[in-house]
């Protein structure tokens, strides 16, 4: 059964892989992360990290028996009591309900370790997977995302309350 981990350094080549084989994917939906995401990896990863120990973020991956990575699964942690969440899923991982019970989890731990008390998350009108995910984990539209929030695709907010730790 894959498993909800928080993001470490050693997670660094397993997370670069899961990127690479589903750019594409990705792209069908959501903006590319450009070339220079993939060439300066290594310096991105540690930055994570380095948000993640300043309590700035809150990273995750979700890791197949194998070690390969099947999502990520990002809070940021921007304002006290907030959580914005992002994620992403590996093709070859969807249709299977672990998106929606990952993102589940993530929002349990914005409230129980982080003390949110709402997270939220922006998803474009032509995500419709991202969507589904969204409202069967609780989320409700809030209203109309600048287009600058989602890789400049028209889109929405969605909100989820959680309770605080």
């Given at each position: ?6 993001l ?129 984990a609780?989320f ?26």
């Amino acid at each position: 059964m894959p498993e909800l981990q928080r993001l470490r350094a050693d997670h660094a080549d397993a997370v670069l892989a899961f990127e690479r084989q589903n750019r594409a994917w990705f792209a069908r939906s959501i903006s590319d992360r450009g070339d220079d995401f993939f060439e300066r990896y290594a310096e991105k990863h540690a930055a994570r990290l380095a948000e993640q120990e300043r309590g700035e973020g809150a990273y995750f991956v979700l890791v197949d028996e194998d070690g390969s990575v099947l999502g990520r699964f990002n809070l940021v942690l921007d304002e006290p009591g907030r959580a914005e969440l992002g994620y992403r899923m590996a093709e070859r991982a969807t249709g299977r309900g672990l998106a929606t019970r990952s993102v589940r989890e993530v929002c349990g731990l914005a409230g129980s370790t982080y003390g949110a008390r709402e997270v939220v998350a922006a998803t474009s009108r032509r995500n419709l997977a991202s969507q589904r995910v969204l409202q069967k984990a609780g989320f409700v539209v809030t209203g109309p995302a600048d287009p600058g929030d989602i890789g400049g695709q028209e889109g929405s907010w969605w909100r989820l309350e959680v309770s605080a730790g």
